[in-house]
């Protein structure tokens, strides 16, 4: 990993600072999700925004690997930031934001034929009131 990279790391989880253009790490190897996956699709967009192919060090199934390879040192990989919160317990690790602000559009999906619980209905009002 480039020695700038680590210097721009702290104990911190997220770091606060600016954000980095993904072509800060055009030179370094990447560890992406294996080929059936929709979200390597979407580093690998990213990238060619930034104007460059990554060098593919490790392909996984798992988010949990690609997270365990980053803290062997194997090399670096994109996720969502939900997993920030997830990955507690990697706290080798930190997370720096992409300057892009890449973004996934996510919906929900369910049987109306089916009993919903409370819950379920107040998601799906939430989610009317906003639309």
Not at 33 to 56: D, N
Request: one cysteine or more; proline letters at 4%; aromatic letters at 10%.
């Amino acid at each position: 990993m480039p020695e700038k990279i680590k210097q721009r790391m702290s104990s911190t989880k997220l770091i606060k600072q600016n954000a980095l253009p993904i072509e800060f790490f055009a030179n370094c190897p990447f560890i992406l999700l294996k080929q059936e996956y929709g979200f390597r699709r979407t580093v690998l967009e990213l990238c060619a925004r930034g104007k460059f192919e990554p060098q593919i060090a490790y392909e996984t199934s798992s988010i949990e690997t690609a997270q365990s390879l980053v803290g062997h040192g194997l090399g670096l990989t994109v996720v969502l930031e939900m997993i920030i919160h997830w990955s507690a317990y990697l706290t080798s690790l930190a997370y720096m934001r992409l300057d892009s602000n890449p973004t996934r559009t996510l919906v929900f999906t369910y049987n109306r034929k089916r009993y919903l619980s409370m819950n379920e209905k107040a998601l799906i009002e939430i989610y009317e009131k906003q639309s």
